[in-house]
């Protein structure tokens, strides 16, 4: 049976400019850039031995790529924290990495022209392998200051509990 949108007149695609993400509970600050949520299967080849002339393909092991969040400086020191927990320099001997709570389950919120939430990723075990406090300084530039998290994953999944809204109407037909 098919399935019929609650927006029928809506035939743009979502734009990607209005997502927020939230992690322990709460939304981060500032996140201006979030890199793509990219799987990738690796392709295992075989053949049956009484065909030579071709060959089968089967799914193997499914990698995640790292995904990449950015974000102007500011004083709020989310990312540093988070970053600190795979490695804290400084911390003394054995006590560089907390091992207990270093990765976190993430959501990606994306919202429409709106601001209504209509498509959402739950992100798991992600931990953090590079973080840049800040990008080059330069004196003859005109630009914001940006951090940036790279974040290793081990999966995401659409959160099908969010349905379509029905989006807001100036005018109603008659």
């Known amino acids: 049976m098919a399935q019929f949108s609650v927006n029928a007149r809506r035939f743009d695609p979502y734009k990607n400019f ?3 993400m939230k992690w322990d509970g709460r939304y981060v600050a500032g996140i201006s850039k ?3 949520l990219k799987r990738t299967t690796e392709v295992v080849k075989h ?3 009484g065909d030579p002339s071709s060959s089968r393909k089967s799914p193997g092991r499914t990698e995640y790529d790292a995904i990449t969040l950015e974000r102007g400086v500011t004083h709020d020191k989310d990312f540093e924290q988070w970053a600190n927990k795979v490695w804290n320099y400084g ?3 054995g006590a560089e990495t907390s091992l207990s709570d270093f990765r976190k389950d993430i959501i990606l ?3 429409n022209e709106a601001g209504q939430l209509v498509i959402g ?3 798991f075990r992600c931990w953090v392998s590079e973080f840049q406090a ?3 300084l330069d004196a003859n ?3 914001v200051l940006i951090q940036t998290l790279k974040l290793e994953n081990e999966g995401w999944e659409r959160d099908t509990a969010i349905t379509e809204p029905k989006e807001p109407s100036f005018v109603e037909p008659p």
């Open 121 to 123: 990723y739950k992100i």
């Open 47 to 49: 053949r049956e031995g």
């Open 91 to 93: 911390a003394g001997l």
């Open 34 to 36: 979030v890199g793509a």
């Open 18 to 20: 209005k997502f927020r």
């Open 134 to 136: 800040q990008a080059d």
């Open 141 to 143: 530039a005109n630009a």
């Open 109 to 111: 919120e994306l919202y």
